[in-house]
């Protein structure tokens, strides 16, 4: 069965300091979303992008956050200068798009920020 | 702009009682609902979701839930739980176009023996 991979699965980093989370959506999926998850919270919508560019992003996606799409498979996230408080699990999603279709979700990749 | 409401964010029931989790949404559109489940240290789940035609849906594992629109809600049920059940359950929404996912903040089920 089709599945969202996310890698790595858990990614410890020093405050400042850049990093990338990556995602392979389905295959035949035309939208894809990040998520975040801080421990013991909700589930916060981040971003969506369709074609190759982004369709609606949430106040948590300031400038230090960036998406791509840099080949046909994968997906990523890039935290530019990360603060503590982006200690989070991230959770990328695919979905086919159209009426009615679900969102796909990955295992998520554990960001601990130290 | 939608939102949903889980009204409950711990729900402690016994093996093999009935359960119900509640969901309200709001939106100014149609939308389709959902409900997710996330096990201990894992990702999320589809359980079921409902787009259109018979308001009660059916899902994986026995779950099931009941779309009202004059109440806007979509409860989760389940008449009978194990302890596997353990998790945290969201309820989510989504405009027609399945653009955006918005998620209530989740009820964890607790299972006791």
């Not at chain 2, 994986?60 to 806007?72: C, D, L, V």
């Given at each position: 069965e089709p599945e969202v991979t996310q890698t790595p699965s858990h990614q410890v980093t020093q405050m400042g300091q850049e990093v990338i989370l990556r995602c392979v959506p389905?295959?035949?999926?035309?939208?894809?979303?990040?998520?975040?998850?801080?421990?013991?919270?909700?589930?916060?919508?981040?971003?969506?992008?369709?074609n190759n560019e982004i369709s609606e992003k949430s106040e948590i996606f300031d400038d230090q956050f960036s998406v791509e799409r840099p080949d046909g498979?994968?997906?990523t996230l890039k935290i530019r200068s990360t603060k503590l408080e982006d200690s989070a699990m991230y959770f990328c999603a695919s979905s086919e798009a159209g009426i009615g279709t679900e969102a796909f979700f990955g295992q998520g990749t554990r960001l601990t920020v130290v | 702009a939608q939102s949903v409401t889980q009204l409950d964010s711990q729900v402690p029931v016994f093996e093999e009682a009935p359960v119900e989790l509640r969901c309200n949404y709001s939106s100014s559109v149609s939308v389709y609902l959902f409900w997710y489940v996330q096990y201990p240290n894992q990702g999320l789940q589809l359980l079921l979701k409902y787009l259109s035609g018979s308001t009660l849906v059916k899902g994986?594992?026995?779950?099931?839930?009941?779309?009202?629109?004059?109440?806007?809600s979509f409860h989760l049920r389940k008449p009978s739980v194990h302890i596997s059940d353990t998790a945290e359950y969201f309820c989510a929404v989504s405009d027609r176009y399945g653009q955006n996912f918005v998620f209530g903040p989740g009820t964890r089920l607790s299972v006791l023996p």
């Open positions: 389905i295959s035949n999926h035309l939208y894809f979303y990040w998520y975040r998850q801080i421990l013991g919270q909700k589930v916060e919508f981040l971003v969506s992008f369709y498979s994968n997906f | 994986i594992n026995g779950f099931e839930a009941e779309f009202n629109k004059s109440q806007t």
